[in-house]
T-cell receptor, first 116, second 113 residues
């Protein structure tokens, strides 16, 4: 089974802090994603990476950056955390299109971030 | 951008009953996906649909790709307590493009007290 592991289940940070959210997948997937989940809004894509050192902005990239130095690891960075970034953050991975199932995302358990 | 309206936003189920939920889009999709999120976990894929009119089952779950390509439906038959959670629909116009998915707001399924 695909396993996507997020390093922290809960995080509490202060406004202005730099925050790192880490994600590791063990299925050699090319694609990795960071989503934000807010009640009633569903899942919104923050950033997407299709290869090492490659990234694309999603629908809501403002205030975030990402890093992908190794294929299995995708980090989300909040340069200066703000209270409106309090949310559930979900990491996901999927195989490359053409290998079958590029649209089928495998999610981690999520990190609930509170910014005070 | 594209919008997905998922309804109902929440529902109560009683063990044994059949329930349904749906998703409508402002534009056409070529792929519909249904995910379930258990409390404290990430979403897990339940069913994927790729063709207008397609009807696909996964155990007690059945999903349909609407013939207009702008909607999809999920039915749960004979509900059990472990059906509680949040169900998300997702759609995309692009084949196998995980970064082009649009998610609905979710339907929260709860058990009647």
């Amino acid at each position: 089974d695909v396993k996507v592991t997020q390093s922290s289940r809960y995080l509490v940070k202060r406004t202005g802090e730099k925050v790192f959210l880490e994600c590791v997948q063990d299925m050699d997937h090319e694609n990795m994603f960071w989503y934000r989940q807010d009640p009633g809004l569903g899942l919104r894509l923050i950033y997407f990476s299709y290869d090492v050192k490659m990234k694309e902005k999603g629908d809501i990239p403002e205030g975030y950056s990402v890093s992908r130095e190794k294929k299995e690891r995708f980090s989300l960075i909040l340069e200066s955390a703000s209270t409106n970034q309090t949310s559930m953050y979900l990491c996901a991975s999927s195989p490359m299109p053409g290998t079958g199932g590029g649209e089928k995302l495998f999610f981690g358990s999520g990190t609930q971030l509170s910014v005070l | 951008g594209q919008q997905l309206n998922q309804s109902p936003q929440s529902m109560f189920i009683q063990e044994g009953e059949d329930v349904s939920m749906n998703c409508t889009s402002s534009s056409i999709f070529n792929t519909w996906l249904w995910y379930k999120q258990d409390p404290g976990e990430g979403p897990v894929l339940l069913i994927a649909l790729y063709k207008a009119g397609e009807l696909t089952s996964n155990g007690r779950l059945t999903a349909q790709f609407g013939i207009t390509r702008k909607d999809s439906f999920l039915n749960i038959s004979a509900s059990i307590p472990s059906d509680v959670g949040i169900y998300f629909c997702a759609g995309t116009l692009y084949k196998a493009a995980g970064n082009k998915l649009t998610f609905g707001g979710g339907t929260r399924v709860l058990v009647k007290p």
